[in-house]
């Protein structure tokens, strides 16, 4: 007997997600390893979900849901950074289907920052709900996102099927994003000046004191004097 092809999900491949879930007729194929994870269903975006009590949709200015959104962001942002490891890029979806609706997607620099964070964050809790962490095919978001939202000219609106990225304010963006490259430019000094010293260590173990690091106004001299910083 023949056996029919199974072919793979093309939207799980690119945005971590497919609307059919475990009824979808082709394979998720689930990474082993990966950079990215995503974090389902975990951001709440209070323009969609904030109601009164006699179920007439409260009023949540753009003002507030930003100052809210940025809020969400830095503070799942910072956690990610400081308890796992250096985060290469961070998105939230603004879609409002089921597979899409407040996933959070993190790509780590290292994957095994990645796996180290699915594990611990699968036991773990955020506003009241148990987080579902799980590594995401998804690294490059180019790829994942809907280009005509993009552009302000989707017409599926929140239940497209490409991801419709939400953007956190520009200042912080600088503030995230310009304390990571500080934070690098005072790394790659310190790693420069290591290096510095061990040239000079070697230099003069070769050398001796008399030679080369003992010439005033030389270059090597000035390296020889970050010995004793």
Request: glycine fraction near 6%.
């Amino acid at each position: 007997m023949f056996s029919i092809p199974i072919f793979n999900c093309s939207f799980y491949f690119k945005i971590g997600a497919c609307r059919h879930g475990d009824r979808c007729s082709r394979l998720h194929n689930k990474p082993t390893f990966s950079q990215t994870i995503a974090l389902l269903n975990i951001y709440r975006n209070p323009q969609n979900s904030s109601q009164s009590a006699d179920g007439l949709r409260c009023a949540v200015s753009d003002v507030e849901m930003q100052e809210h959104y940025d809020e969400f962001f830095e503070e799942v942002f910072t956690e990610m950074e400081e308890k796992y490891g250096e985060v290469e890029e961070m998105n939230v979806c603004d879609n409002l289907g089921d597979h899409l609706v407040g996933n959070v997607y993190v790509k780590f620099r290292r994957e095994e920052d990645a796996e180290k964070a699915v594990i611990d964050l699968n036991n773990r809790w955020f506003n009241g709900q148990p987080i579902h962490a799980e590594l995401s095919p998804v690294t490059d978001f180019r790829e994942a996102c809907c280009r005509q939202y993009e552009m302000g000219e989707c017409t599926r609106g929140g239940f497209c099927n490409f991801m419709h990225l939400k953007p956190i304010s520009r200042e912080l963006r600088r503030e995230l994003y310009g304390r990571r490259r500080k934070n690098w430019q005072v790394a790659s000094s310190e790693q420069r000046n290591r290096a510095l010293k061990i040239q000079c260590l070697l230099l003069c173990s070769t050398v001796g004191p008399e030679g080369w690091c003992g010439r005033q106004g030389s270059k090597e001299k000035k390296t020889h004097e970050l010995l004793s910083t």
